[in-house]
């Protein structure tokens, strides 16, 4: 039986001319193989390992989620719950979803343009109070920051409401796990009424352009919709805490 008989139908590379094609080193094919992100090379004549157009498209997705930064152990747990038997044409519609609703990348910034876009003098607990609220965060070099440039003007009239560092940090806790356990009910429900019928049909061509349709206005919808009913709840809850006796 001829091993390379089970590579996927298309283009087959070395791990050099994947890495080309990915954009990346080779030594970077390596390491996310050795993570169990990329499966390995089906092995050809004189022990040459062969990759195909799955490789490239699941490289695609590895970067595309690390674009929005994400660490290597939550793409691993998040390639873990995506079927095993995902075509290179399946992870490339999944990577432009990915994409379509991920926000704004940060960008890298300085302290001097940091404070210049900021408008104001910022000192160490201003930088670590924007940093609780998610606003920017620190790099390996002590001069530069990530920075969340739709955060900035909120977080930066934050500075001055006197709330205690302590917290900011725990009402980022309970928000970003509510948040999670929101968005992670709205993923299984886009995978069972949007992802699987796609699948389903056969990969027709109309179905596709619905799905890649619905999904690009899904995505202001659905934070629309998150906000108003948090302004909505919180409303409530406040009116009920600070009631008279």
Do not use: K
């Not at 519609?93 to 343009?113: C, N």
């Not at 003098?121 to 440039?149: H, K, S």
């Not at 917290?167 to 992802?195: C, D, G, N, P």
């Amino acid at each position: 039986m001829d091993v390379e008989s089970d590579v996927e139908r298309g283009p087959r590379y070395t791990v050099d001319e994947l890495a080309a094609r990915a954009g990346v080193t080779v030594r970077t094919v390596r390491f996310y193989g050795t993570r169990g992100l990329l499966p390995p090379p089906v092995i050809g004549a004189r022990r040459v390992g062969h990759y195909g157009p799955e490789h490239l498209s699941r490289l695609a997705l590895i970067e595309e989620l690390q674009r929005q930064g994400m660490t290597l152990a939550a793409i691993e747990r998040y390639l873990e719950q995506l079927p095993p038997d995902l075509s290179a044409r399946d992870l490339a519609v999944h990577r432009a979803l990915v994409a379509s609703w991920a926000p704004e990348s940060a960008e890298s910034i300085t302290r001097r343009d940091l404070e210049r876009r900021a408008g104001r003098a910022l000192t160490g607990r201003d930088v670590d109070r924007l940093a609780a609220m998610g606003v920017l965060e620190r790099t390996d070099d002590a001069a530069t920051y990530r920075l969340d440039g739709s955060l900035l003007r909120l977080g930066v009239e934050m500075l001055d409401v006197p709330i205690e560092h302590e917290t900011i940090l725990a009402s980022r806790t309970v928000l970003l796990e509510h948040a999670r356990a929101a968005a992670q009910e709205l993923a299984r429900l886009f995978q069972e009424e949007v992802w699987n019928p796609y699948r389903e049909s056969g990969e027709d061509p109309d179905h596709l352009r619905a799905m890649r349709s619905l999904s690009a206005h899904m995505q202001p919808m659905v934070i629309q919709a998150l906000v108003t009913a948090f302004q909505r709840s919180l409303s409530e809850e406040l009116r009920t805490a600070f009631r008279g006796p």
